[in-house]
């Protein structure tokens, strides 16, 4: 792609950093703030710096978050006994959407993927156990997507938390396998909450 202006190439550079963008989308957006009044873009960009800068990760579950404690984890209306363990915001999200859950989260960061690199200790899986451990956790719902590596990282959790007095259940799989949570509509993913199995049985059936 030939520019004639270097200070659009290395915008149309960056923004094509993006995924899902490619070169002519990037084009197209350029154009589209260059027509905008100048303090448009200054607000895209100042949002961008600062939610870059500012923002935190919950404590407590590890939810993308602008405070220390996210407002679900801050919530005394929610049911703290009852820990839903997903993958990443966009798990939690999709799930605050169905408005079917009434529990906290456990945002584990990723799932366990050697061929990624990535083993337990870049998760946050330890710190899941010891909040389990000091003994205010009554339920932990697995709900990664059921793909190989789900499946890998809600064994590998499971064998650590099997001998304590807490119920251990699987989100329903409404959701086909291989799925990823944030595509199933809002009513098969509360159902499939609502619907959770005992984790032990989900193993037999495979
Ligand atoms: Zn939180």
Known sequence: MEFSSKLIEK??????QLPGIGKRTALRLVLHILKQ??????????????????????????????????????NP???????CVVEDIRDVMAIENTGQF????????GKISPIDGVGPSQLTISKLVEKV??????????????????????????K???????????????????????????????????QRVPFEKSLKNN
């Open 160 to 194: 650590q938390i099997a001998d304590l007095p807490i119920v251990v259940s699987t989100i329903a799989r409404g959701i086909a396998v291989g799925d990823e949570l944030e595509y199933a509509d809002e009513v098969t993913l509360g159902r499939s909450i609502l």
């Open 77 to 83: 209306g929610r049911n703290h006994q009852i820990i």
């Open 102 to 109: 009434r529990g906290i989260y456990h945002v584990l960061g």
């Open 133 to 158: 451990k000091l003994g205010q956790v009554k339920e932990i719902i697995f709900a990664l997507s059921s793909t190989m590596e789900g499946d890998t990282t809600n064994f590998y959790i499971y």
């Open 37 to 74: 009044p100048k303090e448009q873009a200054a607000f895209l960009a100042q949002a961008l710096v600062t939610m870059r800068e500012e923002i935190k990760y919950c404590n407590s579950c590890h939810n993308i978050s602008d405070s220390e404690v996210c407002e679900i984890c801050a």
């Open 11 to 16: 915008a149309v550079n960056e923004m094509a």
